[in-house]
């Protein structure tokens, strides 16, 4: 499974990339504005650190869209992402650049019929919208990322759903489902990766490395 760590604070991200588990930064308009910065120099900042970022365009024109998206992918189009929003005319945009040999990524997609269009339209990934629809009190919003990896595993394997996770127990719910790729949350990753029973296990050799480094010492000492 593929992990997107959730932030654009190149100091957080300095420092969790030290993890070793992301494939690189996946962000939002509001965790950019967190960072009061011209998204261009944050962005070519982000990718000297992570190996690569995703950016949302704003919910515009699909000329405006367009023009946003060449000037982050003018950074360096191996390394940048770039996630469209899926309104009308965000279909568009996902078109234009899958025909301009991008991978782009659709966000907003609140329900498998939206999937379905932003597929057809050319993303090759998809940020499911599911908690729309559990807070409107329509579907579960696990349900309808089963849904969503349902129909991509029937209709194009080679489209892979990213979804965010706010617990660590949905990590292997979503795993099981076949999703390929999920986004953690920077204020999360403390409390993901804090396992008491981790620690207790590695507590319980405590002894024997007691009793190695007196072995070491003893041959140190010609003992």
């Not at 360096?76 to 078109?95: F, Y």
């Amino acid at each position: 499974m593929n992990f997107w760590l959730a932030s654009a604070n190149p100091e957080k991200v300095e420092t969790h990339m030290r993890l070793g588990i992301w494939r690189g930064v996946i962000t939002n308009p509001a965790v950019v504005a967190a960072e009061r910065r011209d998204p261009v120099p944050l962005f070519t900042e982000l990718i000297g650190i992570a190996p690569y970022a995703w950016y949302q365009l704003r919910d515009a024109s699909r000329d405006a869209m367009l023009d946003e998206a060449d000037r982050m992918l003018a950074i360096d189009p191996k390394r940048i992402g770039i996630k469209v929003p899926a309104t009308r005319a965000g279909l568009g945009v996902l078109r234009t650049l899958r025909e301009q040999g991008a991978a782009p990524m659709a966000t907003v997609v609140p329900t498998a019929t939206w999937l379905a269009f932003a597929v057809a339209a050319g993303a090759r990934m998809v940020a499911p919208y599911g908690s729309m629809l559990q807070r409107a009190g329509l579907a579960a919003k696990q349900d309808e990322v089963a849904r969503m990896q349902e129909i991509l595993d029937v209709q194009d394997p080679d489209v892979q759903l990213c979804t965010g996770v706010y617990d660590a127990t949905e990590i292997p719910l979503y795993a099981r489902l076949g999703v390929r790729a999920c986004f953690v949350w920077e204020r999360d990753v403390e409390r993901f990766l804090d396992l008491p029973l981790v620690a207790e296990a590695c507590a319980g050799f405590a002894d024997d490395w007691r009793a190695i480094e007196a072995a070491r010492s003893g041959v140190a000492d010609g003992r």
